[in-house]
């Protein structure tokens, strides 16, 4: 099973993705066995990941890939980068 468009092409991705205010991070992720894509993102504030996950978005991602997602917000204990 190939991955679903929305994971192809991470680096173009993550390309665009600079243009989001506030995020510092994007991981991507396939679980082939239940086909889906799984996206983690690190945010500087709670204020702007609520303010980029906004209806609008929710919408868009539903028409785009026939699902809506599902979101969750969590806060993050230690992020720890090696690069």
């Not at 243009?19 to 996206?39: H, M, T, V, Y």
């Not at 504030?45 to 996950?53: G, K, L, N």
């Amino acid at each position: 099973m190939t991955r679903p468009k929305s994971v192809r092409s991470p680096k173009a991705r993550a390309l665009a993705s600079k243009a989001w205010p506030g995020l510092r991070s994007k991981a991507f992720a396939f679980d082939a066995e239940k086909r889906e894509a799984i996206n983690f993102y690190v945010w500087d504030s709670a204020e702007a990941a609520e303010a980029f996950f906004g209806p609008e978005l929710i919408e868009r991602v539903t028409g785009l890939y026939g699902v809506r997602p599902n979101i969750q917000f969590v806060s993050v204990a230690e992020l720890v980068d090696n690069h």
